[in-house]
C-alpha cells in the first residue's frame, strides 16, 4: 500500500475492489433482452448457487440489500413476522416491517450480544408466527451470531419461514443456505464479494416462493414470483446494471478458484490479527466468542480521535470505519473482508500504532 488519491479501503462497506475487476465494467453495453444477456446470466447463476451453497435460484435485483429485505417481508410473510433484533441492520428489518404495514414483534438482545436460539425458541412456541428475520453478521456490531443454531430452531416449526440478511458475511464466512435450509438468503454485492455496490443477490426457496404466491401485499417492483419466471429464461424484469453483472461474472470466477475454503480462511487470519490486536490496545465490542471473522468492531476505550487517526492514515493510502448506529461515538471498525489480505492488515495494524504512539492520543 502507498499514498494516493484513493485511500485502500478497510471500512465495512463498500470494500476495495480489485482493477482487474472494474475493468470489466468498461465492456460495451448489451441489450437486456437479447442473447448476449441471456449468455451472461446463464453463467453468473450456477456460480452464485455454489457461493450461497444452494439448488436453490439466487436471484439478482439492481437495487440495495435494504430493498430486498423489504421485498423478503412483503413476499413471505401472511401473518406475524418475528424480528430478531441484536444492532442496527436487525432493527432496520422490524422497521421495514412496521413501515409496509405487517405486523412484528421484537426479539431483542444488547447490541454487542449474539442472538441465541434458545429464546427464539420459546417466542414460536406461541405459534404466532409465520416468518423470523435474522442478521447473520450484525455490520453494527461485529456480531456473528450462531446462524445454524437458530436455523434449526425455526426449521422445527413447519410453516415458519427463515429470512437472513448474510450482506456482511457471504463470500467472507461460512453460508449454507441448503444444510441450513434458509428460505430467503440475502447479500449485498459490496462486502466480502468485493464488488462495487449496486446489486443484490438472493436465494429463495420452494417455500418461499410457494408462500409468496399468497400473499397479496409483494409488490410489483421486486415480486419473488416474477423474478423466478424470469430468471428461469435467464432475464431479469426490469432493466439491470449490466456493467456490475460483467464484473460479478468476472470476480465469481477469482472467489471460486481461491476456494471457498481458502477464502475462508484468510478471512478468518486477518480477524484473529485485528482482534488480537484490539485486545492489546483496546477492547472488543463483541461478546467473545462471536466476533465476526469480516470486521471487527473495537469499543474506543482510549478515546482517540478517529477522524484524526483517519486524515493520517489516508496520507499513508488507507482509511478505516467510524462507529454506526447508537454506538458511533463509541467504537471505530476495522473491515477485513473482501479481496484484502493478510500482510495489508498487518501494514495497516501498524500505521495505526505508529500513528497513535506519534501524537500521543
Not at 12 to 20: C, D, L, R
Request: contains cysteine; proline residues 5%.
Amino acid at each position: 500500500m502507498s499514498p494516493s488519491d484513493h485511500p485502500r479501503l478497510f471500512i465495512p462497506g463498500p470494500t476495495e475492489v480489485s482493477p482487474a475487476v472494474l475493468a470489466t465494467m468498461t465492456r460495451p453495453m448489451i441489450g437486456h433482452r437479447g442473447k448476449d444477456f441471456e449468455a451472461l446470466f446463464a453463467r453468473i447463476g450456477p456460480k452464485l448457487q455454489s457461493v450461497f451453497r444452494t439448488h436453490h435460484p439466487v436471484l439478482t435485483a439492481t437495487a440495495s440489500a435494504t430493498a430486498i429485505m423489504e421485498a423478503a417481508v412483503r413476499n413471505t410473510v401472511r401473518a406475524r413476522c418475528l424480528c430478531l433484533v441484536n444492532g442496527a441492520f436487525s432493527d432496520r428489518w422490524h422497521q421495514i416491517c412496521v413501515a409496509n404495514g405487517i405486523a412484528a414483534d421484537r426479539l431483542d438482545w444488547d447490541w454487542g450480544r449474539a442472538v441465541r436460539p434458545g429464546p427464539v425458541a420459546d417466542r414460536l412456541k406461541s405459534g404466532r408466527y409465520d416468518a423470523v428475520t435474522v442478521v447473520h453478521n450484525e455490520t453494527s456490531t461485529g456480531v456473528t451470531s450462531p446462524l445454524a443454531e437458530i436455523a434449526e430452531v425455526v426449521a422445527s416449526q413447519s410453516d415458519v419461514l427463515l429470512l437472513v440478511d448474510t450482506v456482511s458475511s457471504l463470500g467472507g464466512s461460512r453460508v449454507d443456505v441448503d444444510a441450513w435450509r434458509i428460505d430467503v438468503c440475502l447479500a449485498g454485492s459490496q462486502k466480502a464479494l468485493a464488488l462495487p455496490p449496486g446489486l443484490t443477490f438472493f436465494s429463495v426457496s420452494d417455500r418461499a416462493l410457494e408462500r409468496a404466491t399468497t400473499c397479496e401485499r409483494r409488490g410489483f417492483a421486486f415480486d419473488f414470483v416474477q423474478y423466478h419466471e424470469f430468471w428461469k429464461k435467464n432475464v431479469v424484469p426490469t432493466t439491470p446494471a449490466v456493467s456490475l453483472l460483467y464484473a460479478t461474472d468476472f470476480q465469481l470466477d477469482r472467489i471460486l478458484a481461491e476456494g471457498l475454503e481458502a477464502r475462508m480462511a484468510r478471512h478468518r487470519e486477518m480477524a484473529e490479527t485485528t482482534r488480537a490486536w484490539a485486545r492489546a490496545r483496546f477492547e472488543l465490542y463483541a461478546e467473545e466468542g462471536f466476533s465476526s471473522d469480516t470486521l471487527t468492531a473495537i469499543r474506543n476505550s482510549r478515546s482517540i480521535d478517529v477522524p484524526s487517526l483517519n486524515r493520517e492514515l489516508r496520507k499513508r493510502g488507507a482509511e478505516i470505519g467510524t462507529g454506526y448506529g447508537k454506538i458511533q461515538a463509541q467504537t471505530f471498525r476495522i473491515a477485513h473482508m473482501g479481496d484484502i489480505q493478510p500482510a495489508e492488515i498487518r501494514q495497516l495494524l501498524e500505521w495505526i500504532d505508529d500513528i497513535i504512539g506519534a501524537t500521543g492520543r
